[in-house]
């Protein structure tokens, strides 16, 4: 079962109420966290593994809203897996994501930090485009 744990911000934009507090991650996949931000003037969700830190982008326009962004994380992790040659972790990734998830608060303040730099090199950087992730859009930046 997939845990997300969600920023006051992200709540707000997609009226999920929060929970106390996290439980223990089970799986090496299922615990992430979703934050908001603006990019371009558009409303994009930022969401980060709480282990490995691995970052997806998705603009609400582009996967139907903040409610969609929780769906549309299994997709672009299982293209991230596919693509960087971690196909055996496809089987443990759907079966975490086959359940409803479970929504909290964020209390890891390590990874708050991390989400907030991250957010930061984002809005310095204005030359971000935007490039397509089989369903939902993430963001990639030039080199």
Known sequence: MAQFRITQKFSADS???LLATPRAAVSLLDDWVIDALHIHRKKVALVT??????SFLMPYVQVGGAKSIPDCVPVCLQQFLYDHDFSEYVQ?????FAEPPIFCKVD???LIDHMTDFK??????QRAKVSTCQGPKIASFPS
């Open 15 to 17: 009226k999920i109420p």
């Open 108 to 110: 890891h303040r390590k």
């Open 92 to 96: 443990e990734m759907e079966q975490v």
């Open 120 to 125: 930061k090199n984002i809005s310095v950087n």
């Open 49 to 54: 593994h709480v282990r490995s830190l691995l």
